[in-house]
């Protein structure tokens, strides 16, 4: 990983920290940023260059959260990052203005509830997670609660904005990081840290959809994903029982994602819901009946509508047979019976 370099607009002979940055930025900002700031200071005064790397070990984080930060006081002014592609080559650590010292104004007063309230940046949520005055994107919304659905557990602030950064400062689409929950429970990694390294790779990557994705991981199979879409559950993560289902149609059956998601829509269409038992006779007769493609499908299909179609009339012709033969045949000989009656009037 190459250097960073590092310049200041000021002197930096000693670790600074400038009134107006206390004044201005400190009611507002996440600590966790807040300590990246003065980290970066420091090593501004030490030397000319610094890793990301090395800032998330001396600080005990995700180089993740480290680039977060980052990008947070780049946003708010604070510092100019420069950078060569996706990679980040330089912070300017820039003056942020005057203090309110300086023009003899004294910082106003703020109930700790406004601040509460306030927004940290815009990819972070506020601290008391009541965003009223700057709602979320709809499709965050919805992201938070389909994660916490998937690894059944409240998310925490942190989740959240992590979350928030895939989306809004990645630029990932809902469909992608909805596919990224479900396969970090297809590959028990529920943690969000998890989810956003991948997402990282993803996007350093210019990996933009589902099938993108799916083809960047060599992936056989995205079954969770797969099987909970087609259900319309994909809300929450599958139980225990479910998931057995699952591996039972891969592992066992040896049937591939579109035999499986073939099954599932059927299942579907004829419960309204996710019937994972109904979908489990489905495969599980294709299984006996040698199934390998949806050809075959298409041709056990062709061959139950036939019989459908021909065993009522045969039920039919038997039956009519049936109940005919059913009466006490008679075998008297008419003309014979005729000259009896005949003779008996002579």
């Not at 009611?27 to 420091?42: D, H, Q, R, S, T």
């Not at 499986?260 to 994972?276: K, W």
Request: proline content about 3%; charged content about 30%.
């Amino acid at each position: 990983m190459s250097e960073i370099t590092l310049t200041a607009e000021y002197d930096t002979s000693f670790t600074l920290v400038p009134d107006a940055f206390i004044d201005r930025f400190l009611p507002e900002a996440n600590g966790e940023y807040i300590k990246v700031y003065l980290y970066v200071l420091k090593a501004l005064r030490c030397g000319s260059s610094v890793i990301t790397s090395d800032i998330a070990d001396a600080l005990e984080k995700e180089e993740s959260d480290i680039l977060r930060a980052l990008k947070y006081w780049d946003k708010k002014g604070v510092i100019g990052l420069q950078s060569s592609g996706k990679k980040v080559t330089g912070i300017c650590i820039k003056k942020p203005g005057p203090a309110a010292g300086d023009h003899k104004e004294q910082v106003p007063y703020l109930p700790e509830e406004v601040k509460n309230k306030a927004f940290r940046s815009s990819h972070t949520l506020p601290t008391d997670e009541k965003p009223e005055d700057k709602p979320l994107p709809e499709d965050v919304t919805l992201l938070i609660t389909a994660a916490e659905g998937y690894f059944n557990r409240t998310l925490t602030l942190t989740d959240r904005n992590i979350i928030l950064y895939m989306y809004d400062d990645l630029g990932l689409s809902f469909e992608l990081i909805d596919y990224l929950f479900c396969r970090a429970v297809e590959t028990k990694k529920t943690q969000l840290r998890y989810v956003e390294k991948v997402a990282l790779s993803l996007h350093e990557n210019d990996i933009a959809s589902v099938n993108d994705a799916i083809k960047y991981f060599g992936e056989g199979s995205d079954l969770v994903h797969t099987v909970m879409h087609a259900f319309g559950l994909q809300s929450r993560r599958p139980t225990t029982a479910e998931q057995k289902y699952i591996s039972k149609w891969s592992d066992t059956f040896g049937f591939d994602k579109v035999l499986i998601e073939e099954a599932c829509s059927r299942s579907s269409l004829n419960t309204n819901s996710g019937n994972f038992q109904y979908a489990d006779k489905i495969l599980t007769s294709w299984h006996k009946a040698g199934v390998g493609s949806l050809d075959d499908v298409k041709k056990l299909d062709e061959v139950h509508k036939a019989n459908t179609t021909g065993t009522p009339a045969k039920k039919n012709k038997t039956a009519r047979s049936t109940d005919f033969n059913s009466f006490e045949q008679r075998n008297d000989n008419i003309e014979e019976l005729e000259k009896k009656i005949l003779g008996g009037n002579d």
